[in-house]
């Protein structure tokens, strides 16, 4: 086991990784911008590098610096968190190539996982259901027309190395399919430097379901369960369940089967998600990340396992030690993002944090690294907390969210703690009928 790991981030996830470490017995070494000098997690690392000013360029994606600071302090791994490095191949190489151990997959995994269509391409090569669209890259729009006329409209134009709903447009007839095919590459150009695009066929009322699993690089893959993040907006996540609402067990271990099979085909190792879209009762998958989600904490929850604990035994050479009926799931458990942003335009309100209390009480876990007097930077992501809640069933875990929700106190900026009591209170969220196209009429019409 390692002795000393650098954590190649900031926030609430390095405060994550540090408690991990701290229950193994392993010293953490923080890194940190000008900007985050007074932060949680340089607080409590054992040691701390200043790592550059705040621009994330120049500080937290700069990768000489960040491999460094682990030469000086004596680290023998990183972990990446989720997010700035987290699933850049060519950092995980170098990484290795220092002598130091990636706390994730292997660098041809995040590589092809990070290019959709080899993703794509990879996960058809192992029985795993896609969306039906183009075999690879589309060159012209000529082939576009020709594979969307056989897929039928609506269709989805997306970015080969998109993410975060950039460079996806939809073209719901042959009409608009010229303008998204332009649009789409021209923003896949502008936000990766790749203008290579592909076409799916456009699901109109999905579900997003997503696949936790472990793989210890010997062949030995679990999943952890399903969650169910279709409470997006912009495509991006909001709250999110474990499990959900709209599938049975029964699904949730055929599609378990499927995925881990097909992984440990393929020589996986580390943590995973894989992501689909799911409707009348089919699953199609549309990407993978090669890292620690955001969300992982529901999973944590029904399933009482430490993730990233799991990531550092593997890491460290460890099998997995357990199979996947070992892996039991209890009870029920939901997550809030909460972001400094005003809860009705989402415009980003980073300041001064005044006063702070945080909710507490049996199955209530706050994940955060904001204080009393803390200053939210301008320069990074807006989420400064993620509020999770567990209970023995759906109705007991809202009515748990609900009453913590109310405790939850963040005063001196503005945050969407009123958007998330406002969802938790809807007819639709509390039936669970509601599909990824659901908050932003809801947003629109509140």
């Not at 994606?61 to 491999?67: E, F, K, M, S």
């Not at 987290?86 to 220092?98: I, K, L, Q, R, T």
């Not at 803390?374 to 809640?389: E, F, H, N, T, W």
Request: with cysteine.
């Amino acid at each position: 086991m390692f002795k000393k790991i650098l954590i190649a981030n900031r926030g609430e996830i390095a405060l994550r990784i540090q408690r991990a470490c701290r229950e193994l017995g392993i010293a953490t070494v923080a890194v940190h911008s000008t900007a985050d000098a007074d932060a949680m997690h340089v607080r409590f690392a054992d040691e701390s590098v200043c790592i550059g000013p705040p621009p994330a360029r120049d500080s937290y994606l700069n990768v000489t610096a960040i491999l460094s600071a682990a030469e000086i302090t004596g680290a023998e791994a990183i972990h990446p968190g989720y997010g700035f490095l987290s699933e850049n191949a060519d950092f995980a190489e170098m990484v290795e190539a220092h002598g130091l151990a990636f706390i994730g997959p292997e660098p041809g995994h995040i590589r092809m996982m990070g290019d959709k269509i080899a993703a794509k391409a990879a996960m058809a090569s192992l029985g795993v259901p896609l969306v039906p669209g183009s075999d690879g890259e589309l060159f012209t729009i000529e082939q576009a027309r020709e594979v969307a006329a056989k897929v039928q409209y609506p269709v989805l134009i997306k970015a080969a190395a998109g993410g975060g709903g950039r460079g996806m447009k939809v073209a719901q007839s042959a009409a608009e399919l010229d303008e998204a095919w332009r649009v789409a590459r021209t923003e896949a150009r502008t936000a990766f430097g790749d203008d290579s695009v592909y076409l799916e066929k456009y699901l109109d009322r999905p579900r997003h379901i997503e696949l936790q699993v472990l793989a210890d690089g010997f062949g030995n893959v679990v999943h952890f369960g399903e969650r169910d993040c279709s409470l997006q907006r912009r495509h991006q996540k909001l709250l999110e369940e474990a499990g959900s609402p709209a599938l049975t067990a029964t699904e949730r271990d055929a599609l378990g089967e499927v995925v881990t099979a097909g992984l440990s085909k393929l020589g996986y190792r580390n943590a995973g998600t894989l992501e689909f879209l799911y409707q009348d009762g089919q699953f199609a998958f549309i990407e993978m990340n090669t890292r620690l989600q955001v969300e992982h904490p529901v999973t944590e929850m029904v399933c009482g396992v430490d993730l990233v604990r799991e990531q550092i035994r593997i890491a460290a050479g460890e099998r997995l030690g357990y199979t996947q009926e070992d892996v039991t799931f209890s009870g029920h458990a939901i997550e809030c993002r909460i972001t400094a942003e005003d809860p009705e335009t989402f415009v980003p309100d980073p300041g001064l944090i005044s006063a702070y209390h945080a909710p507490g009480g049996l199955g209530v876990r706050v994940d955060s690294a904001i204080y009393a007097g803390y200053v939210v930077p301008p320069y990074y992501d807006s989420m400064i907390a993620k509020l999770i809640v567990h209970a023995p069933t759906r109705e007991g875990a809202i009515n748990r969210l609900r009453r913590a929700l109310d405790e939850f106190a963040v005063v001196g900026i503005k945050t969407t703690l009123p958007l998330h009591r406002r969802i938790v209170d809807a007819p639709e969220f509390q039936s669970g009928d509601y599909t990824i196209h659901w908050l932003e009429q809801f947003v629109a019409n509140s």
